[in-house]
């Protein structure tokens, strides 16, 4: 199923040939980090800018989506320019702070907010690194997500986010990844000795 939506998320009229769900399933993969090829495949098809790819029924995603959820800054701020949608979880990918605090303010309920995959908000701020923006969402009720964002942090080696996580946010140091991996075997095989005793001093398992 493919979705073609404008920058107030409504069902948009395309001029050119309707997209396939091939292409739109190729260009949301590359905007999982492909900035030479999200350029590429845009310039011949600007409509797939906020086409969305349903890869289950209830499980739609767009490839600055699909930036916000891995944490591709490049392919992120490329599709920004190209006039995609800031979401507030691209924002706190972005570690755009006071962006994320405004739209907060204004609909409380947005602290609740998943990306791709439902993957939360706290989630998506991790990537940023941005620990004074991790303590805002989660003081102010981002109370899940709190073990896949030690996941992202420890995976982008953010020691002191990681501190933090543990002491305040009670994350599951066992929870497992899509790849089946632990906190501590992803420090492990990235060869983060620190972050690995650390974990350990905690009694994480691998």
């Not at 916000?68 to 992120?76: L, T």
């Not at 986010?161 to 991996?181: M, R, T, Y």
Request: aromatic share 6%; glycine share 6%; proline share 3%.
């Amino acid at each position: 199923m493919v979705i073609a939506r404008d920058n107030t998320s409504s069902y948009v009229q395309t001029t050119n040939t309707p997209l396939s769900t091939d292409l739109v399933r190729e260009f949301v993969i590359a905007g999982h980090g492909n900035l030479e090829k999200v350029r590429k495949m845009l310039e011949e098809r600007p409509d797939l800018l906020n086409a969305a790819y349903a890869w289950t029924e209830n499980d739609h995603e767009t490839a600055i989506q699909a930036a916000a959820q891995v944490g591709s800054v490049p392919v992120a701020e490329y599709l920004l320019e190209k006039g995609a949608p800031l979401e507030i979880c691209t924002a706190a990918m972005l570690g755009r702070k006071e962006e994320v605090e405004r739209r907060i303010r204004e609909n409380p309920g947005n602290i609740n907010s998943t990306g791709a995959h439902d993957i939360t908000l706290l989630t998506h701020a991790a990537l940023s690194g941005d620990i004074e923006l991790v303590q805002y969402l989660f003081q102010n009720g981002a109370k899940t997500g709190s073990s896949s964002a030690l996941q992202t942090a420890v995976t982008r080696g953010y020691y002191d986010l990681i501190v933090w996580l543990i002491e305040n946010a009670s994350p599951d140091l066992n929870a497992k990844n899509f790849q089946g991996k632990t906190p501590l075997s992803i420090a492990i095989e990235r060869k983060q000795e620190k972050i690995a005793q650390l974990l350990k001093n905690h009694d994480a398992g691998e």
